[in-house]
T-cell receptor, first 117, second 111 residues
Framework: KAGVTQTPRYLIKTRGQQVTLSCSPI?????VSWYQQTPGQGLQFLFE???????NKGNFPGRFSGRQFSNSRSEMNVSTLELGDSALYLC????????????????FGPGTRLTVL | QKEVEQNSGPLSVPEGAIASLNCTYS??????FFWYRQYSGKSPELIMS????GDKEDGRFTAQLNKASQYVSLLIRDSQPSDSATYLC???????????FGKGTMLLVSP
């Protein structure tokens, strides 16, 4: 099975711009989560989507938003970029097992490295 | 605030030794526990999952869970230089499928 894919892999933007990142989960996985990783804060949870619905949201400002499509692909958007948004943005997908539900195991994509100048 | 604590390291061990990585968590309702390995410049890779008290072994890796003490550990036997990486402990948030990650322990295995 192909793994989680993320595009683009690298982005350079300037303050005030907006950006859209894309994630395709492992085939058959219906849950997609997004994380921000920085050297100082580590991995921080942004949001989780399951069957096109946002199930959980982390403690990030409203400038960060996301959505999930019917094919489970997901996008996240960051508007009015700030210097502090420079980070590695990781998408992870989780399998849903009949009779078990979401296992909690998350499989990460390669990430999108965002640099805000 | 749910927290997952790890010693940042680095933890240095010689090749062939046992590396012991530890993690504590604050959410008593957590049911699922994971260890991820992250090489520099790469994304985290799931290496172990553990759901019940006790030990779980997979090759050179053993995960240990003690829910009463809210403690998870990872043992790596016969450590190799290729094991040099940052190891992230992750704990599910009770009632949800989301994970809270520790900041990771850097492991350095010297030849």
């Amino acid at each position: 099975k192909a793994g989680v894919t993320q595009t683009p892999r690298y982005l350079i933007k300037t303050r005030g711009q907006q950006v859209t990142l894309s994630c395709s989960p492992i085939s058959g996985h219906r849950s997609v989560s997004w994380y921000q990783q920085t050297p100082g804060q580590g991995l921080q949870f942004l949001f989780e989507y399951f069957s096109e619905t946002q199930r959980n949201k982390g403690n990030f400002p409203g400038r960060f938003s996301g959505r999930q499509f019917s094919n489970s692909r997901s996008e996240m958007n960051v508007s009015t970029l700030e210097l502090g948004d420079s980070a590695l943005y990781l998408c992870a997908s989780s399998p849903f097992l009949a009779g078990v539900g979401l296992t909690g195991e998350q499989f990460f994509g390669p990430g999108t490295r965002l640099t805000v100048l | 605030q749910k927290e997952v604590e790890q010693n940042s390291g680095p933890l240095s061990v010689p090749e062939g030794a046992i590396a012991s990585l530890n993690c504590t968590y604050s959410d008593r309702g957590s049911q699922s526990f994971f260890w991820y390995r992250q090489y520099s410049g790469k994304s985290p890779e799931l290496i172990m999952s553990i759901y019940s008290n006790g030990d779980k072994e997979d090759g050179r890796f053993t995960a240990q869970l003690n829910k009463a003490s809210q403690y998870v550990s990872l043992l790596i036997r016969d450590s190799q230089p290729s094991d040099s990486a940052t190891y992230l402990c992750a704990v599910n948030n009770s009632g949800y499928s989301t994970l809270t990650f520790g900041k990771g322990t850097m492991l350095l295995v010297s030849p």
